[in-house]
């Protein structure tokens, strides 16, 4: 077991370290693990930062948050740092995530058992927060996706979900690319 006021501790030098470095704490963990602390640190674009969360950011965080631990001494003896992304089937848990995901694929669960699966056009804050999915039905290989009437779900109505990757979709982004590979070969001059 971690010693008590360790984690707390812990989040509060994880979380100025990743905040400097640009990016969002979204999870971290402080657990005993084989006889050592393993210190399990999730990391996020802000919500304006239309990027992607590269390894080479994610490379770069872990040092910071490594130099940081070690600056204050704040985990006993020796211990492993996990440094992460939430992954790109990750779940929706908080509005900024929902909001991120916006124009991808995701599976919404609610609490009275239905599934909606389709593409999250948008998220409504406010007195009456809600998102907004238009289901996605695929007919079959080689047809085109029909979409279905927008659905309202609001949040208290949602009991658990995550975006989708879309693999089709990269392989037609990929097929339009080799197309225009073979194209622009074809033409001479």
Same mark, same amino acid.
């Given at each position: 077991?971690?010693?008590?006021?360790?984690?707390?501790?812990?989040?509060?030098?994880?979380?100025?370290?990743?905040?400097?470095?640009? *990016?969002? *704490?979204?999870?971290?963990?402080?657990?005993?693990?084989?006889?050592?602390?393993?210190?399990?640190?999730?990391?996020? *674009?802000?919500?304006?930062?239309?990027?992607?969360?590269?390894?080479?950011?994610?490379?770069?965080?872990?040092?910071?948050?490594?130099?940081?631990?070690?600056?204050?001494?704040?985990?006993?003896?020796?211990?492993?740092?996990?440094?992460?992304?939430?992954?790109?089937?990750?779940?929706?848990?908080?509005?900024?995530?929902?909001?991120?995901?916006?124009?991808?694929?995701?599976?919404?669960?609610?609490?009275?058992?239905?599934?909606?699966?389709?593409?999250?056009?948008?998220?409504?804050?406010?007195?009456?927060?809600?998102?907004?999915?238009?289901?996605?039905?695929?007919?079959?290989?080689?047809?085109?996706?029909?979409?279905?009437?927008?659905?309202?779900?609001?949040?208290?109505?949602?009991?658990?979900?995550?975006?989708?990757?879309?693999?089709?979709?990269?392989?037609?982004?990929?097929?339009?690319?080799?197309?225009?590979?073979?194209?622009?070969?074809?033409?001479?001059?």
């Amino acid at each position: 077991m971690v010693a008590p006021g360790t984690a707390p501790r812990v989040r509060e030098v994880v979380e100025a370290a990743v905040t400097g470095a640009g *990016l969002l *704490l979204d999870d971290l963990e402080v657990a005993r693990s084989g006889g050592r602390t393993v210190v399990r640190v999730v990391v996020d *674009l802000a919500e304006d930062d239309p990027g992607a969360l590269d390894l080479d950011r994610v490379g770069d965080v872990t040092q910071v948050v490594s130099d940081a631990l070690d600056a204050v001494d704040v985990v006993p003896g020796v211990y492993t740092l996990e440094v992460g992304s939430p992954g790109a089937e990750r779940p929706l848990t908080a509005a900024r995530h929902w909001r991120r995901a916006l124009g991808r694929t995701v599976v919404v669960r609610t609490v009275d058992g239905r599934t909606v699966t389709g593409r999250l056009d948008d998220v409504a804050a406010g007195d009456a927060p809600a998102v907004v999915v238009v289901p996605v039905t695929v007919p079959g290989k080689g047809r085109t996706p029909v979409e279905g009437a927008p659905v309202t779900l609001a949040w208290q109505d949602v009991r658990d979900a995550r975006v989708q990757v879309d693999l089709a979709a990269v392989r037609d982004d990929e097929s339009d690319e080799d197309a225009g590979r073979h194209d622009a070969g074809a033409v001479r001059g």
